[in-house]
C-alpha cells in the first residue's frame, strides 16, 4: 500500500532488490503495480511529486469509448474503451456513473467527406460533422456493445423537440443526438483505491515524492525530494511510466527514444447557475464554427468547460493561458450564444499533457490515442526496459494488463489474478439501489452514531471503505470545519494519516475534490494547512514552505487569488494568542 505521510519516508527502502521498479505514479504507471502485485512480483513504484498529479489529474472526468476516435479509424480503440467503460461502471460505481450526452447537430449532411477524407488520410481540417456522420459513430458505439449493453441506446430529436429541450441551444440547430457515457467523480481517489489493491501478501510498495535519478547497472539511487535522502535499489527491469517524460526519463537510464509528443489539455471550471440549471444534468458534446470538439457538463455543482489541444515543448512549464480561456468561452457561444460567461465566473482551471505516440499529422486532432509498449534494453545490456506510450484514463485496466503480461511472460510466471471483473476499493458491495442505500446508512447511523445524511456522503466520498473512516471519526470527538463544513477535522485528519499525504494540497486537489469544486480560498488554507501540520508534527518553517508552495501552485496552475500574507494573517487574527498553527 501506498504508506502513510509519517511513514513514507521511514518506508523508502535501502538497498532492497525488486523484480520490477516502476518510475511515475500517474493512473498507468498505478495500474501496472496492482496487475504485478497480484501475480506475486514485488515491486517498487516511486513517483517524484504526488500520486496521480499530472496528467492524470487533467483529464476531462470522462470515462468514455471516445467517439471522435471513429474518424481516424481507431475502431479498436472504440472497442476497448467501450468495454472498459463498462468494467469501471461494474467495478467502481461509488465514483463511475452513467452520463447522458447530447450533441446538437447544425446540418443533416456536413462533415461527411471530412470523416471519409480523414479516415483515408486525405483531409486534415476538421469540419462540422452533419447527422449523417454523428448517425454513423452512434450506430457503431451502440454495436460495439450489443453484447454488454449496460447503457441506454442513442436516440435523435428533431429540430423542434431539440428547442423545446434545449431553449438556449442557438436556433440554428438543426437537430440533436442523445447518447451514455460515463463520467468520474474522483478519478484521483480511485486512483489511490487501486494502488491499494495489490493482495495481502504482497512485498510491494509505493513511494509518493521520490525521484529516480541515475542507474548503475541494476542500481538505481533514489531521491526523496521533501528531505533531499538518496537511497539505492536494484531491479531487474524498469516499467517507464512518465507519460510525457518518457524520452526524458530514458535518457536518463541510458537509452536515446523519441516515443513521444505532448499536447496541451486545459479546462476551466465555471460557476455559472443559469448554464448549470440548462445542462440540467446532462454533457453538451459540441464543436466550434471550426469543427473542434468541445464539452461541458455538471461538476460538483458547478460546470467544467474543455478542452485545448496544442503542442507543447516545455513540458514543465505548462499553464492554462488567457487565449485557451478565451477559446473556450469564445467556442461555446456557438451553442449558447445567449448565455453570458464572464472570467469572473471560473472557479478553477488546470492543464496537463497528453503522452501521445511521436507521428507526422497534420493536426493534433489526428494523433492516435491507442495505447503501445516498447520493449528495449538499455545499452548497456543489464535492465529490460518498458515503455508504456499514450494510455487513456478510461483504458488504464487494459493498459496495465498487457504490460503485466508481457513482464510475466519474460519472468516465466502465470496470471493468477484477473482484474476484469475485480471491484476497485469502495466499489466493492457497493450499494446499488435506493433500497440498498437507505439501509446501508441507516446501518451506519445505528453503528457509529452518524446522521444519515452523514453517512450518505461519506458512502458517495469514499463507497463501502466509508465504513474505516466511520470507526475512525466515531472514535475521537470530531467537529466540522469552519470553512469547509461538509468536512470534519477527522475526516481529513484520516487521510492524511493513512493516504500517503505529504503536502497541504495532497490533501486538497487529490484526496478530496475540495479543489476542483472551486471551493478554495485564504480560509480553507489557512484551516486545512493546519490541520496537516498539526496531524504530520510539522514545525513552523515546515509549515510555511508548505504555504508557500500550495499558494504558488494555486496561483500559477490553477488561476486562484490566494496568497501567504492573507493566510499568515488569518493564522494571527482568528484564533486567539495569535498561535492557530502551534496551539
Request: charged share 25%; aromatic share 10%.
Amino acid at each position: 500500500m501506498a504508506g502513510d505521510g509519517k511513514q513514507r519516508r521511514e518506508r523508502l527502502p535501502r538497498d532492497a532488490h525488486f523484480d520490477v521498479l516502476i518510475v511515475g505514479g500517474g493512473i498507468n504507471g498505478i495500474s501496472v503495480y496492482r496487475e504485478l502485485s497480484l501475480q506475486g512480483v514485488k515491486v517498487l513504484l516511486v513517483e517524484k511529486e504526488d500520486f496521480c498529479s499530472k496528467a492524470s489529474a487533467a483529464l476531462s472526468r470522462m470515462i468514455h469509448g471516445g467517439l471522435r476516435y471513429l474518424e481516424n479509424g481507431e475502431f479498436a480503440l472504440v472497442r476497448e474503451s467501450l468495454a472498459e467503460r463498462n468494467r469501471l461502471l461494474a467495478n467502481a460505481p461509488h465514483y463511475v456513473q452513467p452520463l447522458v450526452t447530447t450533441i446538437p447537430i447544425f446540418s443533416r449532411w456536413s462533415g461527411l467527406f471530412y470523416a471519409l477524407f480523414n479516415f483515408t488520410g486525405l483531409m486534415d481540417k476538421p469540419s462540422r460533422r452533419g447527422a449523417l456522420v454523428i448517425k454513423l459513430g452512434l450506430w457503431f458505439y451502440d454495436f460495439f456493445t450489443r453484447r454488454d449493453q449496460r447503457l441506454p441506446k442513442h436516440r435523435f430529436f428533431s429540430q423542434s423537440e431539440t428547442a423545446a429541450r434545449w431553449p438556449q441551444f442557438d436556433p440554428a440547430v438543426a437537430c440533436s443526438a442523445d447518447y451514455y457515457d460515463a463520467w468520474i467523480s474522483a478519478p484521483e481517489r480511485l486512483a489511490m483505491e487501486v494502488l491499494s489493491d495489490t493482495g495481502e501478501q504482497s512485498d510491494s510498495l509505493a513511494c509518493n515524492y521520490t525521484e529516480l535519478l541515475g542507474r548503475d547497472g541494476q542500481r538505481f539511487t533514489l531521491r526523496d525530494t521533501l528531505t533531499g535522502e538518496t537511497v539505492t535499489v536494484t531491479a531487474d527491469k524498469l516499467v517507464n511510466a512518465t507519460g510525457a517524460w518518457v524520452d526524458q526519463t530514458n535518457d536518463r537510464l541510458g537509452l536515446a527514444s523519441g516515443y513521444l509528443q505532448g499536447t496541451k489539455g486545459s479546462h476551466i471550471i465555471v460557476r455559472h447557475p443559469e448554464l448549470l440549471a440548462e445542462l440540467d444534468g446532462h454533457m453538451v458534446f459540441y464543436e466550434n464554427p471550426e469543427g473542434r470538439v468541445c464539452i461541458l457538463f455538471p461538476y460538483y455543482g458547478n460546470v467544467l468547460i474543455g478542452s485545448t489541444d496544442i503542442p507543447v515543448a516545455d513540458l514543465d512549464a505548462v499553464t492554462c493561458t488567457d487565449d485557451e480561456i478565451d477559446y473556450m468561452l469564445d467556442s461555446l457561444k456557438a451553442v449558447f450564444p445567449a448565455l453570458v460567461i464572464e472570467r469572473e465566473d471560473i472557479v478553477y482551471q488546470f492543464s496537463g499533457v497528453r503522452p501521445l505516440p511521436s507521428v507526422k499529422t497534420s493536426t493534433t486532432g489526428q494523433i492516435p490515442r491507442s495505447h503501445a509498449l516498447r520493449v528495449d534494453r538499455t545499452e548497456d545490456g543489464q535492465v529490460r526496459l518498458y515503455s508504456l506510450i499514450g494510455g487513456k484514463w478510461t483504458t488504464f485496466r487494459a493498459f496495465g494488463e498487457e504490460v503485466a503480461d508481457q513482464i510475466l511472460s519474460d519472468m516465466a510466471l502465470p496470471r493468477r489474478i484477473s482484474t476484469a471483473d475485480r471491484p476497485i476499493g469502495g466499489g466493492r458491495d457497493f450499494p446499488g439501489t435506493d433500497i440498498e442505500r437507505k439501509a446501508f446508512t441507516k446501518a451506519a447511523h445505528v453503528q457509529y452514531g452518524l446522521s444519515e445524511a452523514r453517512a450518505e456522503v461519506l458512502l458517495q466520498r469514499y463507497g463501502t471503505q466509508c465504513l474505516t473512516v466511520m470507526a475512525y471519526l466515531a472514535a475521537g470527538e470530531d467537529a466540522m470545519l469552519t470553512s469547509l463544513p461538509a468536512y470534519t477535522r477527522r475526516e481529513l485528519m484520516y487521510l492524511t494519516e493513512h493516504e500517503a499525504v505529504c503536502r497541504t494540497l495532497d490533501l486538497l486537489q487529490r484526496r478530496t475534490s475540495v479543489a476542483i469544486a472551486g471551493q478554495i480560498n485564504n480560509q480553507v488554507l489557512a484551516e486545512v494547512t493546519e490541520l496537516v501540520a498539526a496531524t504530520l508534527g510539522w514545525n513552523e518553517q515546515q509549515t510555511k514552505q508548505d504555504l508557500a508552495e500550495s499558494c504558488r501552485q494555486l496561483q500559477r496552475h490553477h488561476g486562484l487569488a490566494v496568497s501567504t500574507e492573507q493566510v499568515e494573517q488569518i493564522w494571527t487574527t482568528s484564533f486567539s494568542g495569535g498561535n492557530y498553527v502551534y496551539q
